[in-house]
Protein backbone atom coordinates (compact mmCIF):
# COMPACT_ATOMS: atom_id res chain seq x y z
CA UNK A 1 0.00 0.00 0.00
CA UNK A 2 1.14 3.66 -1.09
CA UNK A 3 1.86 5.72 2.19
CA UNK A 4 3.14 9.45 2.15
CA UNK A 5 4.80 10.10 5.05
CA UNK A 6 4.73 14.46 6.11
CA UNK A 7 5.74 14.15 9.66
CA UNK A 8 8.13 14.65 11.25
CA UNK A 9 10.86 15.47 8.74
CA UNK A 10 13.95 17.04 8.62
CA UNK A 11 12.58 20.59 8.65
CA UNK A 12 9.59 20.24 10.73
CA UNK A 13 9.05 17.89 13.86
CA UNK A 14 5.77 18.89 14.69
CA UNK A 15 3.39 21.29 13.08
CA UNK A 16 1.23 21.71 16.89
CA UNK A 17 0.63 18.48 18.90
CA UNK A 18 0.99 16.49 15.29
CA UNK A 19 4.63 14.82 15.18
CA UNK A 20 3.27 12.12 13.07
CA UNK A 21 1.33 12.57 9.73
CA UNK A 22 0.60 9.42 7.56
CA UNK A 23 -1.08 9.13 3.98
CA UNK A 24 -1.96 5.54 3.21
CA UNK A 25 -4.05 4.97 -0.38
CA UNK A 26 -6.09 5.36 -2.22
CA UNK A 27 -5.66 1.78 -3.38
CA UNK A 28 -7.93 -1.22 -4.52
CA UNK A 29 -7.03 -4.06 -2.51
CA UNK A 30 -8.22 -7.86 -3.81
CA UNK A 31 -10.31 -10.59 -1.94
CA UNK A 32 -8.49 -12.10 0.58
CA UNK A 33 -5.40 -9.16 0.30
CA UNK A 34 -3.55 -9.23 3.82
CA UNK A 35 -3.45 -6.35 5.55
CA UNK A 36 -3.99 -6.42 8.99
CA UNK A 37 -2.09 -4.86 11.63
CA UNK A 38 -1.03 -6.82 14.01
CA UNK A 39 -0.72 -5.78 18.05
CA UNK A 40 1.55 -3.38 19.04
CA UNK A 41 2.46 -0.67 21.35
CA UNK A 42 2.44 3.16 22.16
CA UNK A 43 3.15 5.14 24.60
CA UNK A 44 2.96 9.50 24.71
CA UNK A 45 1.07 9.96 21.77
CA UNK A 46 -2.73 9.58 20.95
CA UNK A 47 -3.47 8.12 17.68
CA UNK A 48 -6.20 9.64 15.16
CA UNK A 49 -7.42 7.80 12.38
CA UNK A 50 -9.60 9.23 9.85
CA UNK A 51 -10.80 7.01 6.78
CA UNK A 52 -12.15 8.15 3.41
CA UNK A 53 -12.77 5.11 2.39
CA UNK A 54 -12.55 1.17 3.48
CA UNK A 55 -12.84 0.15 7.24
CA UNK A 56 -11.15 -1.32 10.23
CA UNK A 57 -11.79 -3.09 13.24
CA UNK A 58 -9.63 -1.28 16.12
CA UNK A 59 -8.99 -3.41 19.12
CA UNK A 60 -7.24 -2.34 22.11
CA UNK A 61 -5.83 -3.19 25.82
CA UNK A 62 -9.00 -1.78 27.44
CA UNK A 63 -10.89 -3.95 25.65
CA UNK A 64 -12.39 -1.51 23.54
CA UNK A 65 -13.46 -3.22 19.80
CA UNK A 66 -14.54 -0.79 17.62
CA UNK A 67 -15.46 -0.60 13.74
CA UNK A 68 -13.81 2.41 12.31
CA UNK A 69 -15.68 3.65 8.94
CA UNK A 70 -15.36 6.83 6.91
CA UNK A 71 -16.15 10.12 8.40
CA UNK A 72 -15.43 9.31 12.04
CA UNK A 73 -12.69 9.99 14.01
CA UNK A 74 -10.93 7.71 16.32
CA UNK A 75 -8.54 9.26 18.94
CA UNK A 76 -6.41 6.75 21.31
CA UNK A 77 -4.39 8.12 24.10
CA UNK A 78 -1.42 5.89 24.68
CA UNK A 79 -0.42 7.77 27.78
CA UNK A 80 1.84 5.43 29.60
CA UNK A 81 1.23 2.78 27.91
CA UNK A 82 -1.38 0.74 25.57
CA UNK A 83 -1.80 -2.06 22.98
CA UNK A 84 -4.01 -1.96 19.82
CA UNK A 85 -4.31 -4.05 16.34
CA UNK A 86 -6.38 -2.69 13.29
CA UNK A 87 -7.68 -5.14 10.99
CA UNK A 88 -10.02 -5.64 7.90
CA UNK A 89 -13.47 -6.39 9.09
CA UNK A 90 -14.51 -10.17 8.29
CA UNK A 91 -17.49 -8.80 6.02
CA UNK A 92 -14.79 -6.87 3.86
CA UNK A 93 -12.29 -9.44 3.22
CA UNK A 94 -13.36 -11.54 0.83
CA UNK A 95 -14.45 -8.50 -1.30
CA UNK A 96 -12.10 -6.52 -3.33
CA UNK A 97 -12.05 -2.82 -1.62
CA UNK A 98 -10.83 0.33 -1.73
CA UNK A 99 -8.57 1.63 1.24
CA UNK A 100 -7.64 5.68 1.87
CA UNK A 101 -7.25 7.43 4.76
CA UNK A 102 -5.01 9.02 7.45
CA UNK A 103 -2.85 8.08 10.61
CA UNK A 104 -1.66 10.66 12.15
CA UNK A 105 -0.28 11.21 15.84
CA UNK A 106 -0.80 13.57 18.03
CA UNK A 107 2.10 14.04 20.91
CA UNK A 108 0.23 14.24 24.69
CA UNK A 109 1.50 17.13 26.74
CA UNK A 110 4.63 16.51 29.16
CA UNK A 111 2.09 16.43 32.01
CA UNK A 112 0.11 13.64 30.49
CA UNK A 113 2.93 11.30 29.39
CA UNK A 114 1.91 9.00 32.12
CA UNK A 115 -1.54 9.32 32.39
CA UNK A 116 -3.95 6.11 32.04
CA UNK A 117 -4.70 5.23 28.49
CA UNK A 118 -8.11 6.01 26.77
CA UNK A 119 -10.09 5.67 23.39
CA UNK A 120 -12.57 7.57 22.43
CA UNK A 121 -14.75 7.19 19.08
CA UNK A 122 -16.56 10.09 17.34
CA UNK A 123 -18.88 8.81 14.87
CA UNK A 124 -19.09 10.52 11.48
CA UNK A 125 -22.56 12.13 11.63
CA UNK A 126 -21.81 13.98 15.10
CA UNK A 127 -18.72 15.44 12.95
CA UNK A 128 -19.79 19.19 12.38
CA UNK A 129 -20.12 20.18 8.74
CA UNK A 130 -20.42 23.76 7.44
CA UNK A 131 -20.93 25.09 4.19
CA UNK A 132 -18.62 28.20 3.53
CA UNK A 133 -19.99 28.88 -0.10
CA UNK A 134 -18.66 26.43 -2.03
CA UNK A 135 -16.47 25.02 0.23
CA UNK A 136 -17.56 22.23 2.67
CA UNK A 137 -15.90 21.83 5.91
CA UNK A 138 -16.02 19.34 8.67
CA UNK A 139 -14.42 20.75 12.09
CA UNK A 140 -12.54 17.05 12.77
CA UNK A 141 -11.28 18.01 16.04
CA UNK A 142 -11.07 21.39 17.39
CA UNK A 143 -13.02 24.55 16.75
CA UNK A 144 -13.04 26.58 13.44
CA UNK A 145 -15.50 29.14 11.81
CA UNK A 146 -18.32 29.10 14.79
CA UNK A 147 -18.44 25.02 14.93
CA UNK A 148 -16.43 22.88 17.67
CA UNK A 149 -15.85 19.10 17.13
CA UNK A 150 -16.82 17.06 20.04
CA UNK A 151 -13.56 14.81 20.20
CA UNK A 152 -11.86 15.77 23.03
CA UNK A 153 -8.45 16.81 22.99
CA UNK A 154 -5.55 17.91 25.93
CA UNK A 155 -4.14 20.82 24.49
CA UNK A 156 -5.11 22.89 21.63
CA UNK A 157 -5.71 21.11 18.67
CA UNK A 158 -6.90 21.89 14.96
CA UNK A 159 -7.52 19.44 12.21
CA UNK A 160 -10.44 20.15 9.49
CA UNK A 161 -11.23 18.47 6.19
CA UNK A 162 -12.20 20.69 3.22
CA UNK A 163 -13.92 19.79 -0.31
CA UNK A 164 -13.17 22.66 -2.74
CA UNK A 165 -14.72 22.51 -5.71
CA UNK A 166 -12.65 23.82 -8.97
CA UNK A 167 -12.46 27.33 -9.43
CA UNK A 168 -13.98 27.76 -5.79
CA UNK A 169 -12.27 29.59 -2.95
CA UNK A 170 -11.84 29.86 0.85
CA UNK A 171 -9.93 32.46 2.89
CA UNK A 172 -8.32 30.36 5.60
CA UNK A 173 -7.78 33.06 9.01
CA UNK A 174 -5.19 31.73 11.90
CA UNK A 175 -7.43 29.46 13.90
CA UNK A 176 -4.42 28.20 15.65
CA UNK A 177 -0.71 29.47 16.07
CA UNK A 178 0.52 26.40 14.24
CA UNK A 179 -1.10 25.34 11.00
CA UNK A 180 -0.27 23.51 7.88
CA UNK A 181 -2.04 21.99 5.07
CA UNK A 182 -2.05 18.97 3.61
CA UNK A 183 -3.38 18.00 0.07
CA UNK A 184 -5.18 14.54 -0.34
CA UNK A 185 -6.74 14.27 -3.83
CA UNK A 186 -7.21 16.88 -7.07
CA UNK A 187 -4.85 19.20 -8.69
CA UNK A 188 -2.46 21.45 -7.10
CA UNK A 189 -4.33 24.04 -4.40
CA UNK A 190 -3.64 27.88 -4.91
CA UNK A 191 -2.02 29.48 -1.81
CA UNK A 192 -2.33 33.16 -2.05
CA UNK A 193 0.51 33.54 -5.26
CA UNK A 194 2.18 29.63 -4.42
CA UNK A 195 0.86 26.34 -5.45
CA UNK A 196 1.17 23.10 -3.79
CA UNK A 197 1.20 19.99 -5.16
CA UNK A 198 -0.80 17.33 -4.41
CA UNK A 199 0.61 14.84 -1.68
CA UNK A 200 2.49 17.90 -0.35
CA UNK A 201 2.13 19.21 3.04
CA UNK A 202 3.03 23.92 3.22
CA UNK A 203 3.86 24.72 6.86
CA UNK A 204 1.97 27.91 6.86
CA UNK A 205 3.19 31.49 8.36
CA UNK A 206 1.94 31.71 11.90
CA UNK A 207 -0.78 34.57 12.67
CA UNK A 208 -1.31 35.17 8.39
CA UNK A 209 -4.68 34.97 6.65
CA UNK A 210 -4.24 32.91 3.40
CA UNK A 211 -6.60 32.53 0.00
CA UNK A 212 -6.67 29.16 -0.93
CA UNK A 213 -8.43 28.78 -4.66
CA UNK A 214 -8.89 25.17 -6.47
CA UNK A 215 -7.90 24.77 -9.79
CA UNK A 216 -9.58 21.58 -9.68
CA UNK A 217 -12.04 19.88 -7.68
CA UNK A 218 -9.32 19.55 -4.32
CA UNK A 219 -10.18 17.91 -0.69
CA UNK A 220 -7.28 19.36 1.40
CA UNK A 221 -6.72 18.82 5.30
CA UNK A 222 -5.41 21.84 7.53
CA UNK A 223 -3.83 20.35 10.99
CA UNK A 224 -2.29 22.78 13.74
CA UNK A 225 -2.54 24.02 17.41
CA UNK A 226 -0.58 25.32 20.03
CA UNK A 227 3.15 24.42 19.87
CA UNK A 228 4.53 21.29 21.80
CA UNK A 229 5.83 21.98 25.01
CA UNK A 230 9.06 20.79 24.41
CA UNK A 231 10.92 18.30 21.60
CA UNK A 232 9.92 14.75 21.99
CA UNK A 233 11.98 11.97 20.93
CA UNK A 234 10.45 9.57 18.45
CA UNK A 235 11.35 5.83 18.02
CA UNK A 236 9.21 3.06 16.23
CA UNK A 237 5.94 3.65 18.42
CA UNK A 238 6.91 5.40 21.15
CA UNK A 239 6.99 8.80 21.51
CA UNK A 240 8.16 10.83 24.42
CA UNK A 241 9.80 14.30 26.43
CA UNK A 242 12.83 11.45 27.72
CA UNK A 243 14.63 9.00 25.89
CA UNK A 244 14.97 6.63 28.44
CA UNK A 245 11.38 6.22 28.85
CA UNK A 246 11.18 5.54 25.18
CA UNK A 247 14.08 2.48 26.41
CA UNK A 248 11.81 1.58 29.38
CA UNK A 249 8.72 0.77 26.93
CA UNK A 250 10.84 -1.01 24.06
CA UNK A 251 12.19 -3.66 27.05
CA UNK A 252 8.08 -3.69 28.49
CA UNK A 253 6.93 -4.61 25.31
CA UNK A 254 9.87 -6.58 24.67
CA UNK A 255 9.39 -8.82 27.81
CA UNK A 256 5.61 -8.71 27.73
CA UNK A 257 4.55 -6.25 30.24
CA UNK A 258 1.82 -4.65 28.56
CA UNK A 259 -1.76 -5.36 29.08
CA UNK A 260 -2.80 -7.93 26.40
CA UNK A 261 -5.54 -7.12 23.69
CA UNK A 262 -8.53 -8.98 24.52
CA UNK A 263 -9.65 -11.92 21.90
CA UNK A 264 -6.03 -10.13 20.04
CA UNK A 265 -2.88 -11.91 21.90
CA UNK A 266 -2.19 -14.78 19.60
CA UNK A 267 0.83 -12.65 17.55
CA UNK A 268 2.35 -9.29 17.69
CA UNK A 269 4.92 -7.18 16.08
CA UNK A 270 8.36 -7.15 17.40
CA UNK A 271 10.30 -4.58 18.74
CA UNK A 272 12.87 -3.67 15.55
CA UNK A 273 16.21 -5.41 15.90
CA UNK A 274 18.26 -2.09 16.23
CA UNK A 275 17.53 0.34 19.11
CA UNK A 276 18.55 3.78 19.30
CA UNK A 277 19.00 4.07 22.74
Not at 60 to 79: H, K, Y
Not at 164 to 187: C, F, H, K, S, W
Not at 199 to 217: I, K, N, S
Not at 246 to 254: F, M, N, P, S
Request: with cysteine; glycine share 8%; charged share 20%.
Amino acid sequence: MPVRRMLPSAAKQAVGPFIFFDHFGPVRQRAGQQADVRPHPHIGLATVTYLFEGAQIHRDSLGTVQRIEPGAINWMQAGSGIAHSERVPPDLFHVDRDVHGLQLWAAQPVADEEKAPSFEHTGAEAIPELQLGAATVRVLVGAAFGAKSPVTTPSQTLYLDVLLPAGATLELPPLAQERAIYVVDGNALQLDTSELAPYTMAVLEPGATVMLCATDDTRFVVIGGAPLDGHRHIWWNFVSSRKERIAQAAQDWDEGRFAPIPGDSDERIELPPKRPF
